[in-house]
């Protein structure tokens, strides 16, 4: 069974730091692209960004580009979003999702989610 | 970017009646179009993935059709369970990948 567990999430201040880690397990994680995607309390889904299986494609959307780095680390089957110069509209929960292939498609496994508030 | 638009916001059907849930993207994405369903509290889960492809586990009752810019969901019959949020998502190009803004299915 597929199982994707984020940790990491917290209350920040404005314009400071915080590592979102994913641990999964279940599949072999280094065949597979992954994703970072949020969803604002009461909003809808924003994919954040995404990583390939081999890190050859890493993206991000507009809204935190230069601001979050991806990165994976296929021996430990972890996927992290370092978030720096966080703003009060990055508050959300992030969500870590497995993609259905190795590049980006379709993402067919979710986990639960890590709640990150930012606010003075 | 791509901008997806789902309609309509809100749709209200009986149980065991047909829901019709509609996704229209700003330009053509072929049929890399996925579909989730969340539930409050909940993750998304995959439903519909390459516009019509049903994901592991997913009941024969829901289907996706469509292909370039239009896209349908299609619940055949309510089960009460089905009510909940559904998002439609492009993988044609990015990035970004995009997410439609959700249609609420509630129980009418």
């Known amino acids: 069974e597929v199982q994707l567990v984020e940790s990491g999430g917290g209350l920040v201040q404005p314009g400071r730091s915080l590592r979102l880690s994913c641990a999964a397990s279940g599949f072999t994680f280094d065949e597979y692209a992954m994703h970072w995607v949020r969803q604002a309390p009461g909003k809808g889904l924003e994919w954040v960004s995404g990583?390939?299986?081999?890190?050859?494609?890493?993206h991000y959307a507009g809204s935190v580009k230069g601001r979050f780095t991806i990165s994976r680390d296929n021996a430990k089957n972890s996927l992290y979003l370092q978030m720096d110069s966080l703003r009060p509209e990055d508050t959300a929960f992030y969500f870590c999702a497995k993609d259905l292939f190795d590049i980006f498609t379709g993402l067919d496994s979710w986990g639960q989610g890590t709640l990150v508030t930012v606010s003075s | 970017e791509i901008v997806m638009t789902q309609s309509p916001a809100t749709l209200s059907v009986s149980p065991g009646e047909r829901a019709t849930l509609s996704c229209r993207a700003s330009?053509?994405?072929?049929?890399?179009v996925a579909w989730y369903q969340q539930k409050p509290g909940q993750a998304p889960r995959l439903l519909i993935s390459?516009?019509?492809t049903r994901a592991t586990g997913i009941p024969a009752r829901f289907s996706g059709s469509g292909s370039g810019t239009e896209f349908t969901l299609t619940i055949s019959s309510l089960q009460s369970e089905d009510f909940a949020v559904y998002y439609c998502?492009?993988?044609?190009?990015?990035?970004?990948?995009?997410f439609g803004q959700g249609t609420r299915l509630e129980i009418k």
């Open positions: 390459a516009a019509s």
């Open positions: 330009q053509s994405v072929a049929i890399n």
């Open positions: 990583m390939s299986w081999n890190s050859g494609h890493i």
């Open positions: 998502q492009q993988y044609n190009t990015w990035p970004p990948i995009t």
